[in-house]
């Protein structure tokens, strides 16, 4: 038996930030905004969502403290500004980070604390505040899941919270809102999207309904990642990866992820590698490490990056898919190897015990691993 949560109601398409007005006289008046700094703080969104916040009557607080990988101590000042404010809804605009904080800090206002207690699955007991969330890069696809990622920054661990309540009840994905990312953006936050689409699709948890969101996500990503790293204002490759982000956040939501996660998040935390380059070094190793438990449906992934797999034996077929796919890292400038990102030789046992405590991402991997085999992962990515 299977079970598809989706509870959010989703407006996608250019111009659909406008929209938001409309819904605001629902979910509430005052509203904490939560937004990364200067660069997100600045976006005319941020203009336009108090200008309809004002129009509705209401007020906009502003808690732009976020910063990449957000950890318990600014939830909580979040929530803290949030209570002091008697905010009656949130809205995280951004990437991943800031819709994760937003996320957890909506909980946190409903929620006795610490953020803390709410690590691992199931252990949010009250309904978050009303929550919206509007990215403005296409990767993380959070606007779309039940899951945040804080990072716990007294045992230096990325951490995941899970629970249904974290659905958002309004988000808006407005491809337009991701126009000005810039190259080295557009590749990491498209590299995190192909591997929330890559892992889903051959997860354990995956099946027939997760698998169409995961397929046509990578099918899209094959297609126009390439585009928009080169030509930032190509509105259809920017529709399109919007999209794929979204989808892909869908499928793993459900399904889960696998190794290449279990592996980066140790990269994130101990070293400070952006989520998606990490993802971007990782999942070819991943990917080949997998390659005998899953061939058929590697092949199919390489028919959509027009690799010409068709009649060749099966682990010839799916390893056309890892070139592929390293062959698209390779030409978006993403780093091949965890040295580029600092890590030594002698770091490899700590990243390597650190990743064998993700056993709820390791459990979902198409292929069981141990402490030898995620050395020798980390060890071929040097």
């Known amino acids: 038996m299977h079970q598809l949560w989706f509870p959010t109601s989703l407006l996608f398409g250019e111009g659909s930030l406008a929209v938001l007005a409309e819904r605001l006289p629902a979910l509430g008046k005052n509203a904490l905004l939560v937004t990364g700094g200067t660069a997100t703080a600045s976006m005319p969104a941020v ?32 929530a803290e500004l949030g209570a002091s404010e008697g905010v009656e809804l949130v809205i995280g605009l951004g990437g991943g980070s800031p819709l994760d904080a937003a996320k957890t800090i909506a909980a946190r206002l409903t929620n006795p604390g610490p ?57 808006i994905v407005d491809p337009e ?18 591997t929330h689409a890559v892992e889903s699709y051959v997860t354990v948890g995956a099946w027939e309904m997760t698998r169409g969101w995961s397929f046509r996500a990578v099918s899209f990503i094959a297609s126009y990642l390439a585009r928009a790293f080169q030509d930032g204002s190509d509105r259809e490759a920017r529709h399109h990866l919007a ?48 390659l005998t438990e899953v061939p058929e449906a590697y092949r199919e992934i390489a028919l959509l990056f027009g690799s010409n797999a068709a009649g060749l034996p099966p682990r010839e077929a799916a390893g056309r898919a890892v070139q592929a796919v390293r062959d698209l890292f390779a030409a978006l400038q993403l780093p091949a190897t965890i ?38 992962i980390y060890r071929d990515c040097l």
Do not use: W
Request: aromatic content about 4%; charged content about 15%; some cysteine.
């Open 47 to 78: 203009t336009a969502i108090r200008d309809m916040l004002s129009e509705s009557g209401g007020d906009c607080i502003h808690f732009a403290e976020v910063k990449a990988d957000p950890d318990v101590e600014t939830v909580e000042r979040g």
């Open 115 to 171: 953020a803390s207690a709410f690590f691992g699955t199931g252990n949010i007991a009250q309904p978050p505040l009303p929550l919206v969330c509007i990215p403005t890069t296409s990767g993380t696809g959070s606007e779309a899941t039940q899951i945040a990622v804080l990072t716990d920054t007294a045992n230096h661990r990325k951490m995941s919270v899970l629970s249904p309540l974290l659905y958002p009840a309004l988000s």
């Open 177 to 194: 809102l991701a126009a000005s990312m810039s190259p080295a953006l557009t590749a990491a936050t498209g590299a995190d999207a192909l």
């Open 243 to 290: 999209l794929a982000s979204t989808l892909a956040g869908m499928a793993f939501s459900n399904s889960g992820l696998g190794l290449a996660h279990a592996l980066a998040h140790p990269l994130g935390a101990l070293f400070g590698v952006a989520h998606g380059v990490a993802n971007a070094v990782l999942l070819p190793a991943v990917m080949e490490f997998n």
């Open 339 to 376: 040295s580029a990102c600092g890590v030594r030789k002698e770091h490899i046992p700590l990243l390597a015990s650190e990743a064998m405590l993700n056993e709820r991402l390791r459990a979902s991997n198409p292929r069981t691993s141990n402490l030898e085999q995620i050395t020798m």
